[in-house]
């Protein structure tokens, strides 16, 4: 009877632990965003929450390796690296065999990934009623990609004209054609975002090139349903079969136990649910309520969870885990070049640059948990130096100097914007707006939500601004482009509009040099030129700080390429 008793037991505790593991494979991914998602579409998804939906929807030629830094490149729908072809200028790339689109209203099941919808997607970057906003990253770099450009109007000319820029010798066969050498970071770099994802034909035959309510992906997970401004639901696509968990990472990878699934097929969670809340206090709340997944950590709670120690409070590491990590994020403040007041006057612009106590904005606006500024040039790509400085500092009497010698009226008041209306980036405004006034400069702040910033920043109006990058790709050309003048256009990411002859002759030239001494020298020339013109004034470089669900493995966030929610498991 005892001996009953206890092998029914033994069941009842086997049966229960059976159900758990069957409850956390069903187990959502859920996780909330601060602001409205743009677009679904990834031709136009060039925001961070933006990024963060096309990026699990859609996969591209080549990825970065999930478990190393610094980052590194793999193959992701191609076979291998690019092949150089004796031009020079020529590359081959093999695709993978029986690679799945979502299927959908206008994608049958079974339809598989073909070399021609490279091709497609290089042609609905360039076509320009899609208005992408990559066309700057391939502008004047591919053959006769901008003369298609120039000569499609219409649907029926993008379906007709042939591309020179990129050619489908056949169906797991391509051909890149580059107008001149370029480097292994910048092609690589291209070939791994969301605007070079494969589009089938169906794109321009049924949807009239409308993917702002559907997607095509072929990527880990599916757009179940979706609100841009309330809530997205991603389902797992069960025919993704083209990659599995990684069996090799870095020290840090294999200290934190990140290799424990190695192989495994991917995604490992079934159901990605993704809601808008715009009030950081009810964020909060329900995170401490155990309603969401992971949350990126609101700066003004670091003091509240974070030790003097960098420790998490005892409170919360009960059941969360601290997960601190360097982003490819930087801020600063940014004239308009063309500006009558602040564009033209180099003095006011220096004035400015000694008038900010950094050392104070790092304490009140970052409580001191990003890395000040010493470079235009980010940790982490190859050109940052990190015994650099920057050529100013807090000085209000030197900056008072500067103001009587260019007779500044006081009565004058500038107009400086902010990119959002969070409580995070009104604090950066109000701070530069109190430490310029101290010295004789009167500040109007006017708050903007992203999509007014961005629409501002479009029509090349404000006078100063709240700026940030968030890199492309992992290389100082991705940040200096930010300077070039052919990229002061209404989509171009030069929304200063600053002009350098000089600047631009070198930019043309670290575009086909790889990594080495000579590209590093260029580089520091490139940005003494910045620090002298001071279009920007450079403050800090973000950290990543995200409170996650101890139950929840294999977290590593990469803000470049931040397709990482097919990796995660719960316990």
Not at 136 to 149: E, I, P, S, Y
Not at 163 to 183: Q, W
Not at 207 to 220: I, S
Not at 332 to 350: A, C, T
Request: proline share 5%; net charge neutral.
């Amino acid at each position: 009877m005892m001996l009953m008793k206890i092998s029914n037991l033994i069941i009842l505790l086997l049966t229960l632990l059976l159900s758990a593991c069957r409850w956390n494979q069903e187990k959502s991914l859920v996780i909330p965003l601060r602001t409205e998602v743009l677009t679904i579409d990834p031709h136009l998804s060039y925001d961070l929450n933006s990024n963060l939906i096309t990026y699990q929807i859609y996969d591209t030629l080549y990825s970065y390796h999930y478990l190393k830094r610094p980052l590194t490149h793999e193959p992701l729908i191609a076979e291998d690296f690019p092949q150089l072809l004796n031009d020079g200028i020529t590359y081959q790339v093999k695709i993978k065999k029986n690679i799945y689109y979502h299927p959908g209203p206008f994608i049958p099941e079974g339809r598989q990934v073909r070399a021609q919808d490279f091709v497609n997607s290089f042609k609905r970057l360039a076509y320009g009623p899609t208005n992408s906003k990559g066309w700057w990253l391939v502008q004047d770099k591919f053959v006769g990609l901008d003369d298609f450009r120039l000569t499609t109007k219409k649907m029926d000319d993008l379906l007709s004209h042939d591309l020179k820029s990129i050619e489908a010798t056949d169906d797991h066969t391509l051909l890149i054609h580059l107008k001149r050498p370029l480097g292994a970071p910048l092609l690589m770099g291209i070939l791994s975002m969301p605007f070079t994802a494969p589009i089938p034909i169906e794109v321009f035959t049924k949807m009239n090139n409308d993917l702002t309510k559907y997607e095509v992906g072929t990527g880990a997970y599916a757009l179940e349903d979706f609100d841009v401004s309330e809530r997205i639901h991603l389902k797992a696509f069960n025919q993704y079969l083209h990659q599995r968990y990684p069996n090799t990472g870095d020290r840090n990878a294999h200290d934190k136990g990140l290799l424990a699934d190695a192989n495994r097929p991917l995604p490992m969670i079934k159901n990605v649910e993704i809601v808008i809340v715009k009030d950081d206090e009810k964020i909060w709340k329900k995170f401490l309520d155990d309603q969401y997944s992971f949350i990126d950590l609101p700066r003004e709670k670091h003091a509240e969870v974070i030790d003097i120690n960098g420790s998490l409070s005892k409170s919360l590491s009960n059941k969360w885990v601290l997960d601190e990590n360097p982003a490819f994020y930087q801020w600063f403040v940014e004239f308009n070049m063309q500006d009558d007041v602040v564009g033209k006057n180099l003095n006011l612009r220096k004035a400015i640059s000694y008038a900010i106590n950094y050392d104070s904005f790092m304490s009140e606006v970052t409580r001191n948990a990003d890395q000040k500024a010493n470079s235009v040039m980010p940790p982490g790509v190859f050109g940052y130096n990190p015994a650099s400085e920057l050529p100013y500092k807090y000085d209000p009497k030197k900056a008072m100097d500067l103001l009587k010698k260019i007779k500044w009226d006081s009565n004058k008041i500038l107009k400086f914007e902010t990119r959002k209306d969070s409580t995070t980036n009104i604090l950066f405004a109000n701070f530069i707006k109190k430490d310029l006034e101290k010295v004789g400069i009167k500040v109007e702040v006017i708050v903007n939500n992203f999509s007014t910033f961005l629409e501002k920043a479009k029509k090349k109006k404000m006078q100063l601004w709240q700026g940030g990058w968030l890199l492309d790709y992992p290389d100082a050309e991705n940040v200096l482009q930010l300077f070039y003048s052919p990229l002061g256009h209404e989509n171009g990411p030069n929304k200063s509009q600053f002009k350098n002859a000089e600047f631009d002759r070198l930019f043309h030239e670290i575009l086909v040099l790889d990594n080495g001494p000579e590209r590093f020298q260029k580089l520091q020339q490139m940005e003494a030129i910045i620090h002298k013109e001071l279009p920007i004034i450079m403050l800090y470089f973000s950290k990543n700080y995200f409170l996650v669900n101890q139950q929840l493995k294999n977290f590593r966030f990469n803000d470049i390429s931040p397709g990482f929610f097919k990796y995660l498991r719960w316990q």
